[in-house]
């Protein structure tokens, strides 16, 4: 049986700057860890009963995380050599301590359910009707973690046989649209082009994320190509909160485009229309995102990434229209109504020779459904878009403290299934110690006010 503690009354800015016993406290006030317990709990009355304490070995994987434990190994030997941090965990004076293949057995069943992405969703409804989460704009961003298990070399592809040079004769057309066809069919979701996600439901993009650890490649800072044997983390982060309202691990290989459909339409099965901007970095700008985002009425905040295009002709590099003499046009507003972005005459016209001339435009309407990519509002290059794009910071931060005090980057378990329960069980941690900060803040912030009040009432 687990303990069950009172909720200690605590004075913190931060949880993490806590006495170990009252930070344990906050966690668990808000978190149910009952979802867990019921896998682990007897179908009859029959039988012997359970030897160990199942209650308690999952609070002691969460405060292992927490503690920054490295290893199940460690935490066993704390557990066996520190009674009052057994106590904390909620082990009883008579239960034996756990052993690591006892643990090993117990993640290797949380490993097979869905049940801790049900968690942090039930966390994420709570935040939002508490009100501690009420933001409407959304950083979404990509970040890899190795994986524990060891790469095996692929077998070596038989040498293609050269192609017959010339065009193909009828039947040999026929037969090769009809491999195509196959091949096509034969796709798995994620293989499918990007646009055709657009058509997918949620639940099945959900479902069908490929999770085998997978050589990952990417640039660093310095432009050059650095690789992994692992996973990415696909995070969507509130900008102001920084609560991670969803996410999705995938293998390593996985484009961060193709996560981004799924992302999305996860934000709007839980949002129900209060997101209403994305911020993507210049990786995601491609053009089914934009649509996904239209059709859920929301706006993105996306860097042009110019792909073996040439100079659009009476445009700048933020697509706004030029003059004769090539100065560019002021944004002045959008209408809602028509989709259009409005700009006037550039700030040069003033003492321009050519003011009067009919080559200049005085106004120009440009409809955003022209090319969904170029025009968008808030239009690009503008104080407004620049200030968004700032707020991608969020993500970035999220991915930093995920990876230096939540362990993150510390898969201690092989296969793509045990990993996917490590980084559900981090991103679960991470919103908890949001949301027991916040509570407690405004629990205490309550308790000063109604001192205040009855002092000033004598």
């Not at 961003?141 to 692929?154: L, N, V, W």
Request: hydrophobic share 35%; with cysteine; aromatic share 10%.
């Amino acid at each position: 049986m687990t303990i069950v503690k009172q909720i200690s009354l605590f004075d913190i800015h931060q949880l993490l700057e806590m006495e170990s016993s009252h930070r344990y406290d906050a966690i668990f006030s808000v978190i149910d860890i009952q979802p867990i317990f019921q896998l682990f709990s007897k179908k009859t009355l029959k039988g012997a009963p359970r030897e160990l304490n199942y209650g308690a070995m999952i609070q002691s994987l969460i405060i292992r995380i927490v503690e920054r434990i490295p290893t199940i190994k460690d935490l066993v030997k704390r557990l066996v050599h520190d009674p009052l941090f057994r106590f904390d965990c909620g082990f009883l004076v008579s239960d034996v301590v756990p052993s690591e293949s006892s643990y090993s057995r117990m993640i290797q069943v949380i490993s097979e359910s869905d049940v801790l992405d049900k968690m942090n969703d039930t966390l994420i409804k709570t935040a939002m009707l508490e009100g501690f989460l009420n933001d409407e704009h959304v950083a979404i961003d990509a970040s890899h973690f190795e994986a524990r298990d060891a790469f095996t070399p692929s077998e070596k592809k038989a040498p293609k046989t050269p192609k017959k040079r010339g065009r193909k004769t009828k039947a040999e057309r026929a037969v090769w649209l009809a491999e195509l066809v196959e091949k096509k069919g034969n796709q798995s979701t994620y293989e499918k082009e990007l646009k055709e996600q657009l058509d997918i439901p949620l639940e099945t993009l959900w479902k069908d994320v490929p999770i085998e650890p997978k050589w990952g490649v990417k640039k660093n800072s310095k432009g050059k190509n650095t690789f992994w044997f692992g996973y990415k983390a696909h995070l969507a982060v509130s900008t102001k909160s920084q609560y991670i309202i969803t996410r999705l691990m995938s293998s390593g290989n996985l484009s961060d485009c193709k996560a981004a459909i799924p992302l999305l339409k996860k934000l709007h099965h839980f949002g129900n229309g209060q997101f209403t901007i994305a911020i993507f970095d210049a990786g995601y700008d491609v053009e089914p995102i934009y649509r996904q985002a239209v059709s859920q009425s929301m706006r993105v905040v996306i860097p042009y990434n110019v792909r073996r295009e040439g100079e659009y002709i009476g445009f700048d590099e933020h697509f706004r229209p030029t003059c004769v003499r090539e100065h560019s046009y002021q944004y002045d507003s959008f209408d809602a109504k028509y989709n259009t972005l409005k700009f006037t005459r550039p700030k040069e016209c003033a003492t321009c020779p050519l003011r009067e001339d009919t080559l200049c435009q005085k106004v120009f309407k440009i409809k955003c459904d022209i090319d969904i990519r170029k025009f968008t509002y808030p239009a690009r290059g503008t104080e407004r878009w620049k200030q968004l794009y700032q707020e991608r910071t969020a993500v970035e931060r999220v991915n930093a403290y995920l990876k230096e005090y939540f362990q993150l980057n510390n898969v201690r378990h092989r296969t793509g299934k045990k990993a996917k329960m490590h980084f559900n069980l981090v991103t679960l941690i991470y919103n908890t110690c949001k949301l027991a900060v916040e509570e407690s803040m405004l629990y205490y912030s309550n308790k000063t006010k109604l001192h205040n009040l009855k002092k000033q009432s004598f």
